[in-house]
């Protein structure tokens, strides 16, 4: 007995030993709510970290840390601890130490309902070099991923692919290009739930890209390669993001990259009357002979007036084109402010570089009573191209000037922080239209579940001239479904005005909101193969489907987000042209539409 006894406690304390080893190599972490839980833990000396929603794991464990120039952060770690937690907002944010051999460095987590966010903090001072990422997601089995797709090198140079899917255990070999992907990436998990991975406030960095290793892992991946990049110590990284939702809608409405991006700094944005989101129009996409004539101009200034536009771009050549430019400029601008339209006018990055060429270029423009400059061809997510963005939204916000960046990355929140970033491309819009490369309505059904989740996007929709495979209420539907605050029309502004066939939906037009109060995804709606959204803008609401398939599919319209009452809903749907209708609804109707091949539909609901 007396040795059962002393065998019994000898066991007893090795296990309480266990746990307490057990206890210092392994953190659990949860949101307020306890819906998500993060798990960091140390294995055979490797930092992990893994995420899950109740008992469902969404990333299982895997790699974290960071290798610098002469040392891995995360490898021979000794152990981990939390040093602080808070909340913040609806979330929890949790301050956690790791300490290694040589080596002791912070990290953040946020949790939230709706998903989780880490950053790591470098350790020491002064200027390191991140050499690579370890950090990595392991992908939950039998998964659907969505990734942009194109086959050549300006897929990741300018994030403008086309968003197709594959199973997560062929992404590894389904590009030609190679198994680096550009953010993000949306997972459809076989019980029909969504799991993305992203990043949010992407400053002082590289873009994060992702490089699917096997196993249905990615891995974190850099445009600098072996090269590398450097960074100050005691800096953070932008977040690593995972968002989850158990539907479409609660994906699309997922608000965790606006909460992890800092709020503005109001010595730069004490004053933002200035940014005012608006529609545009464009004549570099329709141009013709007599395109970046002054005269031409003119008709495209008198065209969005009478549509009740807010601003006209001119875009490249207007600098080339024109013998005095700064005179002309200042023409444009005095005779656009007498139509109560303001102008945009557009530069390649190449010469905004420097800083000293930048800001005379940005007085001149501010001094002819410019509105707002779009910028081109950064192609690349490399730090120094970031550096560029920021500094050059810091520069024009000194002087209340707008930006829109093309040639550039997804969104990660910069028009939190900077709002004077109104929109930015990162996106395969309707230019691929005039490149023989036509959009497909499949790739239009996708994008408010896929690339949106990031931000807003310069698609520049409504081409109906062009319209390629889709039809011209599908193009219609694309102005409402795509979040732009300076939403830039494709079609020429004086073919709407002039021809018969646009006069029906030139209301419409007059009207279009480009920021919105509320949004809801419909009952049908499927990534690619069906996008139905219902948007509020103050009292009145829309609805915009467009179909994905090349076959008719019945949409079922159960209107319950209307208030009590009736609402007078304007109905446009495909015909020869444009079919419009009118009739009474509430919020108790069904009502059932069946959606031509690569067709669509908007209803405008007004109290």
């Given at each position: 007995m007396g040795y059962?006894?002393?065998?019994?406690?000898?066991?007893?304390?090795l296990?309480i030993s266990?746990?307490?080893?057990?206890s210092?190599?392994?953190?659990?972490l949860?949101?307020?709510?306890?819906?998500?839980s993060?798990?960091?833990?140390?294995?055979?000396g490797?930092?992990?970290?893994s995420v899950a929603?109740?008992?469902?794991?969404?990333?299982?464990?895997?790699a974290?840390?960071i290798?610098?120039?002469?040392?891995?952060?995360g490898r021979d770690v000794?152990?981990?601890?939390i040093s602080?937690q808070?909340?913040a907002?609806?979330?929890?944010?949790?301050e956690?130490?790791?300490?290694?051999?040589q080596?002791?460095?912070g990290m953040?987590?946020?949790?939230?309902?709706?998903?989780?966010?880490?950053?790591?903090?470098?350790?020491?001072?002064?200027t390191?070099?991140?050499?690579?990422e370890?950090?990595s997601?392991?992908?939950?089995?039998s998964s659907?991923?969505?990734f942009?797709?194109?086959n050549?090198?300006?897929?990741?140079k300018?994030?403008?692919?086309?968003?197709?899917?594959t199973?997560?255990?062929s992404l590894?070999v389904?590009?030609?290009?190679?198994?680096v992907?550009?953010?993000p990436?949306v997972?459809q998990?076989?019980d029909?739930?969504y799991?993305?991975i992203?990043?949010a406030?992407?400053?002082?960095?590289?873009?994060m890209?992702?490089?699917a290793t096997?196993?249905?892992?990615v891995q974190?991946?850099?445009?600098?390669?072996d090269?590398?990049?450097?960074?100050?110590?005691?800096?953070?990284t932008?977040?690593?993001v995972?968002?989850y939702?158990?539907?479409l809608?609660?994906?699309?409405?997922n608000?965790?990259i606006?909460a992890?991006n800092?709020?503005?700094d109001?010595?730069l944005?004490?004053?933002?009357?200035y940014?005012q989101?608006g529609?545009?129009?464009?004549?570099?996409?329709?141009?013709?002979e007599n395109y970046m004539?002054?005269e031409e101009e003119k008709r495209f200034i008198?065209?969005a007036a009478a549509?009740?536009?807010?601003?006209?771009l001119?875009?490249?050549g207007w600098?080339?084109?024109?013998?005095d430019?700064?005179?002309q400029?200042?023409?444009?601008c005095?005779?656009a402010?007498?139509?109560?339209v303001k102008v945009?006018v557009?530069?390649?990055?190449?010469?905004?570089?420097?800083?000293?060429?930048r800001d005379a270029?940005?007085?001149?423009?501010?001094?002819?009573g410019?509105?707002?400059v779009?910028?081109?061809f950064?192609?690349?997510?490399?730090?120094?191209?970031v550096?560029?963005?920021?500094?050059?939204?810091?520069a024009?916000?000194a002087?209340?000037?707008?930006?829109?960046?093309?040639?550039?990355?997804?969104?990660t929140?910069?028009?939190?922080?900077?709002?004077n970033?109104m929109?930015?491309e990162?996106?395969?819009?309707?230019?691929l239209n005039?490149?023989?490369?036509?959009?497909?309505a499949?790739?239009?059904?996708?994008l408010?579940f896929?690339?949106?989740?990031c931000?807003h996007?310069?698609?520049?929709?409504?081409?109906?001239?062009?319209k390629?495979?889709?039809t011209y209420?599908h193009q219609l539907?694309?102005?409402?479904?795509f979040?732009s605050p300076?939403q830039?029309?494709?079609?020429n502004?004086?073919?709407?005005?002039?021809?018969?066939l646009?006069?029906?939906?030139?209301?419409?037009?007059?009207?279009?909101?480009?920021?919105?109060?509320?949004?809801?995804?419909?009952?049908?709606?499927?990534i690619g193969?069906?996008?139905?959204?219902?948007?509020?803008?103050?009292?009145e609401w829309?609805?915009a489907?467009i179909?994905?398939t090349?076959q008719?599919?019945?949409f079922?319209?159960r209107?319950a987000?209307?208030?009590?009452?009736?609402?007078?809903a304007?109905i446009?749907r495909?015909?020869?042209?444009?079919?419009?209708?009118?009739k009474?609804i509430k919020?108790?109707d069904?009502m059932k539409?069946?959606?031509?091949?690569?067709?669509?539909?908007?209803?405008?609901?007004?109290?």
């Amino acid at each position: 007995m007396g040795y059962k006894f002393h065998l019994i406690a000898h066991l007893l304390v090795l296990q309480i030993s266990v746990l307490k080893v057990f206890s210092q190599h392994t953190l659990r972490l949860q949101d307020p709510s306890r819906k998500i839980s993060v798990q960091l833990a140390v294995d055979k000396g490797r930092l992990t970290w893994s995420v899950a929603a109740g008992s469902k794991m969404l990333i299982s464990p895997s790699a974290a840390g960071i290798a610098l120039q002469d040392i891995e952060l995360g490898r021979d770690v000794r152990s981990i601890s939390i040093s602080r937690q808070s909340a913040a907002g609806n979330s929890r944010l949790c301050e956690v130490t790791v300490k290694g051999a040589q080596y002791t460095f912070g990290m953040e987590f946020r949790l939230f309902s709706e998903g989780c966010a880490f950053r790591y903090r470098l350790p020491g001072e002064g200027t390191k070099k991140i050499r690579k990422e370890f950090t990595s997601f392991a992908i939950p089995a039998s998964s659907r991923v969505w990734f942009f797709e194109r086959n050549s090198a300006w897929k990741l140079k300018s994030y403008a692919g086309w968003w197709t899917h594959t199973s997560i255990d062929s992404l590894p070999v389904i590009s030609s290009s190679g198994p680096v992907q550009g953010k993000p990436l949306v997972m459809q998990l076989p019980d029909k739930s969504y799991v993305v991975i992203t990043e949010a406030a992407l400053y002082n960095y590289s873009g994060m890209r992702l490089e699917a290793t096997g196993n249905r892992t990615v891995q974190v991946n850099f445009t600098e390669g072996d090269e590398g990049f450097e960074v100050q110590g005691g800096q953070f990284t932008p977040w690593r993001v995972v968002m989850y939702a158990g539907d479409l809608n609660s994906l699309v409405n997922n608000r965790m990259i606006t909460a992890l991006n800092p709020r503005p700094d109001r010595s730069l944005y004490n004053d933002v009357s200035y940014i005012q989101p608006g529609k545009a129009v464009w004549s570099w996409i329709t141009r013709k002979e007599n395109y970046m004539q002054p005269e031409e101009e003119k008709r495209f200034i008198d065209a969005a007036a009478a549509l009740k536009f807010n601003y006209t771009l001119l875009d490249e050549g207007w600098e080339t084109v024109w013998p005095d430019k700064w005179k002309q400029l200042k023409e444009i601008c005095e005779y656009a402010a007498e139509r109560q339209v303001k102008v945009w006018v557009w530069r390649d990055s190449k010469w905004l570089r420097e800083p000293n060429q930048r800001d005379a270029f940005l007085d001149s423009l501010a001094l002819c009573g410019v509105a707002g400059v779009k910028t081109d061809f950064m192609n690349s997510e490399a730090k120094a191209l970031v550096d560029f963005e920021i500094g050059f939204l810091k520069a024009t916000a000194a002087r209340r000037l707008m930006v829109n960046f093309h040639g550039c990355h997804a969104p990660t929140g910069e028009s939190v922080t900077y709002p004077n970033e109104m929109t930015r491309e990162g996106i395969r819009g309707l230019e691929l239209n005039n490149m023989n490369e036509p959009i497909p309505a499949w790739h239009n059904a996708a994008l408010p579940f896929t690339r949106f989740l990031c931000g807003h996007g310069d698609y520049t929709p409504g081409f109906f001239s062009n319209k390629g495979p889709t039809t011209y209420t599908h193009q219609l539907a694309l102005m409402y479904l795509f979040n732009s605050p300076f939403q830039c029309m494709a079609e020429n502004p004086v073919t709407i005005v002039n021809d018969p066939l646009y006069a029906p939906v030139i209301p419409l037009l007059q009207t279009l909101p480009v920021t919105w109060d509320e949004t809801r995804v419909l009952e049908g709606s499927e990534i690619g193969q069906l996008a139905a959204l219902a948007k509020r803008k103050g009292n009145e609401w829309y609805v915009a489907v467009i179909n994905g398939t090349e076959q008719p599919q019945e949409f079922i319209l159960r209107p319950a987000f209307l208030g009590k009452g009736k609402y007078q809903a304007l109905i446009v749907r495909d015909g020869e042209g444009f079919e419009l209708q009118e009739k009474n609804i509430k919020r108790s109707d069904t009502m059932k539409f069946t959606i031509p091949a690569t067709g669509g539909m908007v209803i405008r609901m007004t109290k």
